[in-house]
């Protein structure tokens, strides 16, 4: 089992910055493909971004590209969100998400064998 636990979140304003993380006590982290998605109300899960093991991959939805970037340290076991340029859009709750072995692509929830209980991100204009 791999816990996940997110934090980060909270009130902001339009155009501000905001970073999420998101820690695990795996000392195997490091061989996990991590990532994030968000639920806006009343829409279904999006792939946000991930990044695979070791780190050398990063993949991001059309929507972030630019304004978000995924980072990891595998030492910390951590894996964090930098959310710059925030915009009402990017509203919701955002779930952090594992997989040691990933058979899917990274943008398909069904990927992910592991998830996080949330944390809320409210972009305020």
């Known amino acids: 089992q791999v816990q996940l636990v997110e934090s980060g979140g909270g009130l902001v304003q339009t155009g501000d910055s905001r970073r999420l993380a998101c820690v695990t006590s795996?000392?195997?982290?490091?061989?996990?493909?991590v990532g994030w998605f968000r639920q806006a109300p009343g829409k279904e899960r999006e792939f946000v971004a991930a990044?695979?093991?070791?780190?050398?991959?990063?993949y991001y939805n059309r929507s972030v590209k630019g304004r978000f970037t995924i980072s990891r340290d595998n030492v910390r076991h951590e894996v964090y969100l930098q959310m710059n340029s925030l915009k009402s859009e990017d509203t919701g709750v955002y779930y952090c998400?594992?997989?040691?072995?990933?058979?899917?692509?990274?943008?398909?929830?069904?990927?992910?064998?592991?998830w996080g209980q949330g944390t809320q991100v409210t972009v305020s204009s």
């Open positions: 795996r000392n195997d982290f490091s061989m996990y493909t």
């Open positions: 990044i695979s093991w070791p780190g050398r991959k990063t």
């Open positions: 998400v594992a997989d040691r072995a990933p058979y899917g692509p990274e943008s398909d929830p069904k990927t992910y064998s592991f």
